[in-house]
């Protein structure tokens, strides 16, 4: 556990990502957070770590935040680092640390809760876009763009629907596993979705896709130029058009619908999330509860059930994150 120098220091960060499941991204934040944890105790070697320390360590990352020279995001990214850190350790006198106890919660703000999902006119907008810059080009560019926005209704991000190797993948049993490594998941992380009729359907669509053209995945070329081709064409169909499209929003979107979707399954039709409705928190409960009759403390039992499903089938750990999708 030496962090003497910075190749023990790269070292150990990247064991610890590989204990924790975790890739490059946060093999990064462990490192940045291992210098600063040497740099204000001294300490060479992480069993030296103390309580102590990183009570004072977080406490000057709040007067960063205070000062302005650090963001909450930042802060909470450090924060993350320190407790994974503190699981790998494993010593009795340590013990994870929750931002809120120092006042450093992310909690949802006015721009986290809003509706970033796109409008139907506007995605269909895009894929037709995507068709006939194909049939003007015959750049096959195009129409794995097309799917891979397609699929991207399966909860995946488009770096994920453009790099996962759906060939390989068996969805006979309505399930689509995203490993973690090569199907582009955020920090290697594999999961798990459930799949609908409909997910399935695209995904199968876009399988046929790969084949028929001989391709691995739908990121034609290196991961860098696809991600830049996905940006350009974008920012063209943006010019060309009166629509607003955004690659996140699809995300938005689908969490949306599975949360509507959610609710029937448990006998309620149209109950949407807040961010959909707008409305206040407590104005958008009490809505709720006077149309399925249900409780506070039911609702509140089911609304959690439901945010966890999503969240898993999101790639995220907290139910803090879904709740920015959902508000």
Do not use: P
């Not at 309505?174 to 009729?197: Q, Y």
């Not at 409780?295 to 499903?309: G, N, V």
């Amino acid at each position: 556990m030496s962090i003497k120098s910075e190749s023990k220091i790269s070292f150990l960060s990247k064991e610890i990502a590989e204990f924790i499941k975790r890739g490059s991204s946060t093999t990064e934040k462990l490192s940045a957070t291992i210098r600063e944890i040497k740099a204000q105790t001294g300490i060479i070697t992480l069993k030296d770590l103390e309580q102590s320390h990183i009570n004072n360590m977080v406490m000057e990352i709040k007067n960063d935040v205070s000062s302005g020279t650090k963001s909450l995001s930042n802060a909470n990214s450090y924060i993350s680092s320190i407790n994974n850190i503190v699981k790998y350790i494993g010593k009795d006198d340590l013990h994870a640390i929750k931002a809120s106890d120092f006042g450093l919660s992310r909690n949802i703000s006015e721009k986290d809760g809003i509706n970033k999902e796109n409008s139907r006119e506007s995605a269909a907008a895009f894929k037709t876009w995507l068709n006939e810059k194909y049939t003007q080009t015959n750049d096959l560019r195009y129409l794995a763009l097309m799917h891979a926005v397609n699929i991207q209704s399966v909860n995946l991000r488009l770096r994920e629907s453009l790099q996962i190797k759906l060939l390989n993948k068996d969805l006979s049993k309505n399930i689509l596993k995203v490993s973690a490594k090569g199907d582009g998941s955020k920090n290697s992380r594999e999961r798990e979705i459930k799949l609908n009729h409909e997910q399935k359907s695209v995904l199968l669509e876009a399988r046929d896709f790969l084949k028929e053209n001989h391709l691995k995945n739908l990121n034609i070329g290196t991961i860098k130029q696809g991600r830049n081709f996905a940006n350009n064409a974008l920012k063209s169909f943006r010019a060309e058009t009166n629509h607003y499209f955004h690659y996140h929003g699809e995300r938005h979107w689908t969490v949306h619908e599975a949360y509507k979707e959610a609710w029937k399954l448990k006998g309620y039709d149209n109950i949407e999330c807040r961010a959909r409705t707008g409305e206040g928190k407590a104005e958008w409960i009490s809505g709720i509860l006077e149309t399925t009759g249900l409780s506070k403390s039911e609702f509140q039992t089911m609304d959690k059930e439901i945010r966890q499903e999503i969240s898993r089938n999101l790639g995220h750990e907290r139910i803090e994150i879904t709740n920015r999708y959902l508000g």
